[in-house]
Each structure stands twice: as C-alpha cells, then as structure tokens.
Nanobody
C-alpha cells in the first residue's frame, strides 16, 4: 500500500516561513520524481515544485521561484518544501505526489500517487 503523508502546514503571517514534509511509505521512491502541488478554494490544483530522483534537478512555478525550495532525503523517503517570504496568495492545501511514469513534471495528470494534503494559511 503506497502512502504519502504531508505535515508542517499551519497559519503564518505574511513574510514568514514554513517547512512542509512528505513521508513516503510502501514503496521505494528514491528512483522517482516527486512534486508539490497546491489548491486554493475555488481554483484548480496547480504545480508548485518538483525534484528528480537524485535531487540534482529542481523545477518551480514562476509564482514561487526564489521563495520556495524543494529538497529530498532518499534515505528517509522524504521530500521537503521550504517556503519563505510567504504571501497571502500562497494560502492553499498543499499536496505531495510521486511521478512514476516518464512524463512532464508540471502536469497534475503525470503523477501517480498523492498525499491527503496539508493546509497552509498566510495572513496579511
């Protein structure tokens, strides 16, 4: 049974920081790209960041570039999202996901397994 569990969400003031974690179990994910997506109320789920299997390549949405950092620890089967200089528009439920198939890294449909999400709320 594949399981992804996010943690680290919460309420923070604008300009603050949060670090999200995603722990994977049930399969060895060290060979796969992992990504973060987010979904705000009334909006589509959108790509935030992705990291290849080794951590040597990272990808970001333009809206978070320079503020968010994705990383991974394959020994711990965990991926992280460090979020700095948070803005109210970053408020959303954040999901981590695993991409098994060779496909585009920033498309929701490319990912095969998803976590349950963690709420991030940024107050102004």
């Amino acid at each position: 049974q594949v399981q992804l569990v996010e943690s680290g969400g919460g309420l923070v003031q604008a300009g603050g920081s949060l670090r999200l974690s995603c722990a994977a179990s049930g399969r060895t994910f060290s060979s796969y790209t992992m990504g973060w997506f987010r979904q705000a109320p009334g909006k589509e789920r959108e790509f935030v960041a992705a990291i290849n299997w080794s951590g040597s390549r990272t990808y970001y949405a333009d809206s978070v570039k320079g503020r968010f950092t994705i990383s991974r620890d394959n020994a711990e089967n965990t991926v992280y999202l460090q979020m700095d200089s948070l803005k109210p528009e970053d408020t959303a439920v954040y999901y981590c996901a695993v991409k098994i198939r060779p496909s585009t890294y920033n498309s929701r449909s490319s990912y095969d397994y998803w976590g349950q999400g963690t709420q991030v709320t940024v107050s102004s």
